[in-house]
């Protein structure tokens, strides 16, 4: 099986999870092709795994002219009618206003670039990453090349403007869909007609268990750990004053901010505002393994998050047999069962989060339990090995299902 994978920029250090995946997918045999809109800057580069996917993936953004010119010429002249109808799809599923309607040019300025390398490589079929703009980008792709895509759905931002990006037109046209959680299916079949519904497969994202040494936790504990971009919309800075709440009755702990991002400065600024910077440590982006060792060191993983999927950082950290506090926000509750492998708080609830917080930090039994069951989850229901098998299962059916409908002509 030849097939290609497409994100917005890839790879990324925040993105580890699609770096797994595709990986997993060449360990079964998969001749995986990896595309990218745009390159990552150096910053994302914090692993050996990150500049070999970066060496050998192919960045549509910024373009060759003469490569641009001549993929849309050979498109038009190779097959008129699909070329028109794919620019008839990129009109139908245009954004409102000027502005909307230039980037739909580009898009698909990009979709034949991209579907001129598909067709050169021989690549059977396409799968995207995100529903926004690189899915969009696939779509038209596909159009234009008269090949298959798929996408996987992860939301959460996607589901805020789901017309915008036009998740009907998406799901309807797709091949099959890969929703991460049960919340993301469900929002997809909001939008979507319910002859498509049968198209949305559950595939979680996942981590490997046996990378993860289990913590033990023998004594009161003082070490809060956070991975993940650095955005207010992560709720950091409810953690920040959870913080400040808790330093006068637990007097040693330290949080480590592993991550970076747009909000970094506000962020340290905050700290600084609430005389935390003795407690709090901005260590920036780090490999996976750091991430790693990073779980080993810690007691206590928090993501007090207002928007997310189902983060791989929590499955990372219930890996590790350390409990979590999080927020109760879209699919969280599927991977993470307050009370029982981590509490689930409010969003945006200070007072909730240092509770919750103080909680484990003083009761290393508990904190026990609650990693121990948060590795178990892991294990049986977010086992990277295990959802790179169902993923191959579906992405197989699919495209054994087509296969023979494929015409000759779309890779000449």
């Not at 060759?64 to 620019?87: D, E, T």
């Not at 792709?141 to 992860?154: D, K, N, Q």
């Not at 407690?279 to 928090?302: C, H, L, P």
Request: charged letters at 20%.
């Amino acid at each position: 099986m030849r097939i290609a994978y497409l994100t917005g920029i890839y790879p990324r250090a925040t993105d580890t999870f699609i770096q797994r995946e595709i990986a997993g997918l060449r360990e079964k045999g998969v001749d995986v092709s990896t595309f990218s809109i745009r390159r990552p800057g150096d910053e994302q580069i914090v692993g050996t795994e990150q500049k070999t996917e970066r060496d050998q993936t192919f960045y549509i953004l910024p373009p060759n002219p003469i490569a641009l010119l001549f993929a849309h010429i050979r498109l038009l002249f190779s097959s008129p009618i699909r070329y028109l109808k794919a620019l008839k799809l990129a009109w139908l599923t245009n954004q409102p206003g000027l502005r909307g309607t230039l980037y739909q040019l580009f898009y698909f300025a990009e979709a034949g670039l991209l579907a001129q390398q598909i067709q050169a490589k021989q690549i059977q079929h396409l799968h995207n990453h995100l529903g926004d703009s690189s899915c969009t980008v696939a779509m038209l792709a596909a159009e234009l090349g008269g090949f298959t895509f798929s996408f996987t759905m992860h939301g959460p931002y996607i589901f805020f403007e789901p017309y915008r990006w036009r998740i009907d037109q998406k799901i309807t046209r797709s091949l099959f869909v890969i929703c991460i959680s049960h919340f993301c299916r469900s929002q997809g079949m909001l939008f979507a007609p319910t002859d498509t519904w049968n198209r949305l497969h559950i595939v979680h994202c996942g981590v490997d268990p046996a990378l993860f040494n289990i913590v033990s936790h023998n004594q009161s504990g003082k070490r809060l750990l956070y991975v993940g971009r650095l955005s207010a919309a992560k709720g950091l800075p409810v953690l920040l004053e959870s913080l400040a709440a808790l330093k006068s009755s637990q007097p040693e702990i330290i949080l480590t901010v592993v991550g970076d991002g747009e909000d970094r400065a506000e962020l340290e600024q905050m700290t600084a505002g609430l005389e935390l910077n003795d407690i709090v440590k901005f260590v920036g982006y780090k490999s996976q393994a750091e991430v790693r060792e990073y779980m080993q060191e810690t007691d206590v993983f928090v993501l007090p998050s207002f928007a997310e999927g189902v983060p791989v950082s929590l499955m990372e950290a219930m890996a590790a047999g350390v409990p979590v506090v999080t927020t109760q926000i879209a699919g969280v509750s599927e991977l993470v069962e307050n009370g029982v492998s981590g509490y689930i708080v409010p969003p945006g609830d200070s007072t909730t989060l240092a509770e919750r917080i103080k909680t484990l930090l003083t009761e290393p039994q508990l904190r026990t339990q609650f990693g121990a069951a948060g590795r178990e989850k892991v294990e049986t229901e977010f086992n990277l090995n295990h959802e790179v098998a169902r993923l191959y299962r579906v992405m197989t059916a699919a495209l054994d299902g087509i296969m023979e409908s494929i015409r000759p002509e779309a890779f000449s």
